[in-house]
């Protein structure tokens, strides 16, 4: 730990580009982490706030929600045996405000369940983000393909779907106006997923993500970015550690002439990587949150503490490693070939 600290302190500025490097390459996959979590959030709040369980859809429908129809029989047996199950539908739309401006929604309507929001005929709950739109509660909406009219009965907080806010209407009114009788999917809350009906298919919460037009892709192009920063940091780590042994190899072989052991010298590049990860993190980590806070209220930036502590541990696991690597070479030192060589 002293050779370690001494050796931070006689090389300040090498140590401090290392670190300056680890803290922007973390602060980029910090930021990135939070615009892929908040573009899933914007992408399917509605799907991602439900709890643990099977999605069922039409096998026909081949994966794609929008043209699964559930048979009213089969329907009407999987809510009598579950307790807990919702049938529902999901649809892009729009509603007409009261200038008759457009305004794009995503329609939900479900059988009768405490997992989404039921309202009576007429009446439409809407994502809160529309308020930004002037809307407000008492307005009166239309909607082409609907006689009638909608009267906003409320708001709710973050409930958005395929990157439109949510409109919760009456069963009966989604039937009117997209002409169907039946419902697209059903969803039964719980972990057991060994239930099987005919003609259906069952979908984990993730599996039923990846059927969203869009979600997959968008997901794994972020996921990817931040990814391969995370691996160029160990990179970093490795090249750095690498080069700085390559010019200690006289030192090391006086240490292990005089009985250093290789483990100790070892533990010194892991002290000198903690060291440097760890201030570097705290710094990344405050300014990813201040930038949380800060973030314009239309950007879909969501950086939680669980996202944060999960890639910090990763930071960690991929610096000791690099560093590790990069210190392979240190059992290969014979003392005394080391000493000739002399100390670069």
């Known amino acids: 730990m002293n050779i370690a600290w001494k050796e931070i302190k006689k090389n300040k500025v090498r140590f401090l580009i290392l670190g300056s490097i680890v803290f922007l390459v973390s602060l980029l996959t910090f930021i990135i982490s939070g615009l892929a979590n908040g573009l899933s959030q914007d992408n399917a709040a509605l799907i991602k706030d439900l709890p643990k369980g099977q999605f069922y859809m039409n096998k026909d ?16 047996e999987i809510l009598n045996k579950q307790k807990d199950a919702v049938a529902f539908s999901i649809q892009m739309g729009f509603l007409n405000d009261k200038d008759d401006k457009q305004q794009g929604v995503a329609f939900v309507t479900s059988s009768d369940s405490k997992l989404f929001k039921n309202v009576k005929q007429g009446e439409v709950i809407l994502d809160s983000s529309l308020k930004d739109k002037g809307i407000k509660v008492g ?22 779907y395929s990157h439109s806010p949510v409109a919760y209407i009456n069963m009966e009114n989604y039937k009117e106006i997209f002409r169907v009788k039946e419902m697209q999917l059903v969803f039964i809350p719980g972990e057991d997923s060994s239930k099987e009906f005919t003609g259906l298919q069952s979908f984990s919460n993730e599996d039923f993500l990846n059927t969203i037009p869009s979600y997959n892709a968008e997901q794994m192009s972020l996921n990817m970015i931040v990814w391969f920063l995370v691996i160029i940091s160990g990179m970093l780590f490795a090249i750095f550690f690498y080069m700085m042994n390559v010019q200690k ?20 590049i892991w002290t000198q990587m903690l060291f440097i990860t760890i201030i570097a993190l705290i710094i990344s980590i405050s300014l990813s949150q201040v930038f949380n806070m800060i973030a314009p209220e239309g950007m879909p930036f969501h950086l939680t503490f669980k996202i944060t502590a999960q890639l910090s541990i990763v930071f960690l696991i991929i610096g000791f490693i690099g560093a590790t690597l990069s210190g392979i070479q240190i059992k290969k030192i014979e003392p005394l070939q080391a000493i000739q060589q002399g100390e670069a």
């Open 61 to 76: 429908a081949e994966e794609t929600y929008n043209l699964s129809k559930i048979d009213s029989d089969i329907q009407k």
């Open 139 to 160: 307005d009166t909406l239309t909607n082409n393909q609907f006689s009638g009219e909608f009267i906003v009965k409320d708001f709710v907080d973050q409930k958005k």
């Open 249 to 268: 190899i006289g030192l090391y072989g006086i240490l292990k002439a005089i009985g250093i052991k290789t483990s100790k010298l070892f533990k010194m």
